[in-house]
């Protein structure tokens, strides 16, 4: 019943900002681990942050650690992922994906995924 789609995607410039939303139905973000996830063109789902519920930790992949922070508002129902200093190399399809489990940076372990937003950097 939970469902997740992303928005703030786009063509950006090397060095500039984005910030991602992820707006959840059916279920609170404030109930679930909530991660991001990132997918170019001929490689594998990787983790890039994540937020677990029931733990004060915030988890980032070191490919975009101090460049990306994850939050939420949960009077919004929505999770944000905020990137500065992108680079050529965060160019993606990026999802957000909810678990009720804490395994914040494996994807299997992920039960509901969003449609993706693309995420391309110019160099």
């Known amino acids: 019943q939970v469902q997740l789609v992303e928005s703030g995607g786009g063509l950006v410039q090397a060095g500039g900002s984005l910030r991602l939303s992820c707006a959840a139905s059916g279920r609170t973000v404030s109930s679930n681990t909530m991660g991001w996830f990132r997918q170019a063109p001929g490689k594998e789902r990787e983790f890039v942050a994540a937020?677990?519920?029931?733990?004060?930790?915030?988890y980032y992949a070191d490919s975009v650690k101090g460049r990306c922070t994850i939050s939420r508002d949960n009077a919004k129902n929505t999770v944000y992922l905020q990137m500065n200093s992108l680079k050529p190399e965060d160019t993606a399809v990026y999802y957000c994906?909810?678990?009720?489990?804490?395994?914040?940076?494996?994807?299997?372990?992920?039960?509901?995924w969003g449609q993706g937003t693309q995420v391309t950097v110019s160099s």
């Open positions: 994906a909810a678990t009720s489990l804490e395994i914040p940076t494996i994807p299997k372990f992920y039960t509901y």
């Open positions: 937020m677990p519920r029931s733990s004060a930790t915030t």
